[in-house]
Antibody
C-alpha cells in the first residue's frame, strides 16, 4: 500500500524556522516525483514546491521561493521541507503528495496521485 | 501568473447530474485534473489527463476539457459525493489550483 506520513508541524513564532518530513512507503521512492501542498484554515489548496526523483529538478511557488527549501533522502525514503522566515500567512496544513509529471498526448500533465494526511503548522506569537 | 476560476458552490439533487466548471486562458491546451476533499480529510484524485479515472473512482465521475473550460461531471450524484472539488493544471513550472467548489447534495 502506498503511504505518505508527514511530521514536524507545530507552533512557531513569526520569523522562526521549522522542518517538515514526509516518510514514504509502498512504492519505488527513488523514481517518484513528490511535492508539498498547503491549505490555510478554511481556504483552498496552494501548491508549495516540487522535487524530482533524482532531486535535480526543483520548483517553488512564488509565495515561498527564497524562504523554503525542498529536499529528499532517497536512502531513507524521506521528503523534507525546510521553512525559514515564517510568516502568519504560512499557517496551514501541509500535505506531501506523490506526483505524476510528464508530457502526454501533446500536453504537459501534472497531478498528485497519493496524498498524506498532513501536518499542521501554526505561525503565531 | 496563471489562474483557474471555479464557482464557489454548486447544488444538486440526489440522482441528478452535477457539473463543476474550471476556467482558465487556453486551458484546453493543458491537461487538467480534479480532486475531491471531504471535511477533515486529505484530497483524493478523481480525474486526471482531463478525463481519466484512477482505479477505485466510480464511473459516475467524468471530465472534459476544451477551449478555456474544463468540466467535472458527476452523474447520478449521491450523498457521499458532497465535498469540495478542486481543479488543477500545470503552467510555467507551477501547479495551479482553482479556488474550489463546494458541492451540496440536497
Amino acid at each position: 500500500e502506498v503511504q505518505l506520513v508527514e511530521s514536524g508541524g507545530g507552533l512557531v513564532q513569526p520569523g522562526g524556522s521549522l522542518r517538515l518530513s514526509c516518510a514514504a512507503s509502498g512504492f519505488t521512492f527513488t523514481t517518484a516525483d513528490l511535492n508539498w501542498v498547503r491549505q490555510a484554515p478554511g481556504k483552498g489548496l496552494e501548491w508549495v514546491s516540487h522535487i524530482s526523483g533524482s532531486g535535480l529538478t526543483i520548483f517553488y511557488g512564488d509565495s515561498v521561493r527564497g524562504r523554503f527549501t525542498i529536499s529528499r533522502d532517497n536512502a531513507k525514503n524521506s521528503l523534507f521541507l525546510q521553512m525559514n522566515s515564517l510568516r502568519a500567512e504560512d499557517t496551514a496544513v501541509y500535505y506531501c503528495a506523490r506526483v505524476s509529471y510528464d508530457f502526454w498526448s501533446g500536453k504537459y500533465s501534472y497531478f498528485m496521485s497519493v496524498w498524506g494526511k498532513g501536518t499542521t503548522v501554526t505561525v503565531s506569537s | 501568473s496563471y489562474a483557474l476560476a471555479q464557482p464557489p458552490s454548486v447544488s444538486v439533487s440526489p440522482g441528478q447530474t452535477a457539473s463543476i466548471s474550471c476556467s482558465g486562458d487556453k486551458l484546453g491546451d493543458k491537461h487538467t485534473c480534479w480532486y475531491q476533499q471531504k471535511p477533515g480529510q486529505s484530497p483524493i484524485l478523481v480525474i486526471y489527463h482531463d478525463n481519466k479515472r484512477p482505479s477505485g473512482i466510480p464511473e459516475r465521475f467524468s471530465g472534459s476539457n476544451s477551449g478555456n473550460t474544463a468540466t467535472l461531471t458527476i452523474s447520478g450524484t449521491q450523498a457521499m459525493d458532497e465535498a469540495d472539488y478542486y481543479c488543477q493544471a500545470w503552467d510555467s513550472s507551477t501547479a495551479v489550483f482553482g479556488g474550489g467548489t463546494q458541492l451540496t447534495v440536497l
